[in-house]
């Protein structure tokens, strides 16, 4: 993976050129950045080919993206980007159905991160829609990309069987997690033993997130229902804007989702998925926190590994944005630190024993 951009390594101001068609959009996203002083937006354009031209010119360290876009969409410039020019991308998509699925696209595809994109009409909700816009160009700005080769089919090197009684594993992430999930569960065998997975993520993008899972996991990967039964060979994601919680039931753990106050800002957090596993699971747990902005999941893995579970952290070199991760090694929370590639067969062999 390449290193950080020269703005994170020089601590100048992050370089940032907008791509929308919509005029209105590229001012609002203009005035919104250009309000941190660690952010410089150093221009703008109004499709893939302008914006071409103007990396070319201008070297920006962060793009974002409009998804739709004219002459050329979002995803084949993105693509071409990708290939050529590898460079930390922030898509811009709306919060629609076929908005979450080109999207997640993107994001196999190499971009970092995405924002929904921001209502030009409504005033209320403005001031944390900047928020989250900022701190997503910063993170940005600190993340690993590179040059994306062309997948292998079915290029997982999961163990094609596993015995499991009742183990768990748990999984959390966020920027840069829906790619990094992916890796670990396409290379899970079928009976693995069941998943659960706490992503940050809008409400319209996680049933798309568990979809695509789905379809590319031996496994069974659902978006988690409020008192499903969880089952080996069987992957549960939390639904944008409910926490999801592990419970016991007698001989039985069930999804409990709820939607009570964000924690660490966020909805679902990983802190709370853990903490449950913890106080449920135990040591016949083992879970992995992967790449993610902030340190939600750093003091819930603490919690599992004092409970007896197997704990893993995805490693700096491997990671999107070393922040959720790095600040569960800080904590002394992760048993290992494992490239991501060696995450699934981490957590299969610790919970692979009587």
């Excluded at 753990?253 to 106050?261: E, S, V």
Aim: glycine residues 8%; charged residues 20%.
């Amino acid at each position: 993976m390449s290193a950080v951009t020269t703005a994170a390594a020089a601590g100048r101001p992050v370089r940032v050129l907008i791509v929308d068609d919509s005029a209105l959009i590229r001012q609002l996203m203009t005035e919104l950045l250009s309000a941190d002083p660690g952010i410089q937006v150093v221009g703008a354009a109004a499709d893939p080919f302008i914006a071409r031209d103007k990396i070319k010119q201008l070297n920006p360290d962060v793009l974002t993206l409009d998804v739709e876009m004219p002459r050329m969409d979002g995803l084949t410039f993105l693509q071409n980007l990708m290939r050529l020019r590898p460079m930390p991308v922030v898509m811009v998509s709306s919060l629609t159905q076929a908005g979450a699925t080109v999207t997640l696209d993107a994001l196999a595809l190499g971009a970092v991160d995405f924002v929904t994109k921001p209502s030009i009409d409504v005033a209320r909700g403005m001031v944390d829609y900047a928020t989250v816009l900022r701190e997503k160009v910063h993170a940005a700005a600190h993340a690993r990309v590179a040059r994306i080769e062309p997948r292998a089919a079915n290029a997982s090197t999961a163990i094609t069987s596993y015995r499991t009684t009742d183990r768990l594993l748990a999984i959390g992430a966020s920027t840069g997690g829906t790619e990094a999930i992916r890796e670990v569960l396409s290379s899970m065998p079928a009976d693995a033993p069941a998943v659960v997975i706490a992503q940050h993520i809008p409400a319209q993008f996680s049933a798309p997130f568990a979809e695509r899972l789905n379809r590319n996991s031996k496994m069974t990967v659902l978006q988690a229902e409020d008192g499903q039964q969880i089952m080996p060979g069987h992957a549960y994601v939390a639904p944008g804007g409910f926490h999801l919680r592990v419970q016991r039931s007698g001989a039985r753990w069930l999804c409990r989702l709820g939607d009570d106050a964000p924690v660490n800002g966020h909805r679902p957090s990983v802190d709370v998925l853990f903490d449950s596993v913890a106080a449920h699971a135990g040591r016949n747990a083992a879970a992995a926190l992967l790449t993610g902005m902030g340190e939600d999941g750093a003091r819930g893995l603490l919690k599992l590994r004092d409970s007896g579970a197997a704990t893993v952290a995805q490693d700096q070199a491997t990671s999107v944005v070393w922040g959720m991760p790095g600040a569960a090694v800080a904590r002394g929370a992760a048993q290992d630190v494992l490239p991501l590639g060696d995450v699934a067969s981490r957590l299969l062999a610790a919970t692979d024993r009587d």
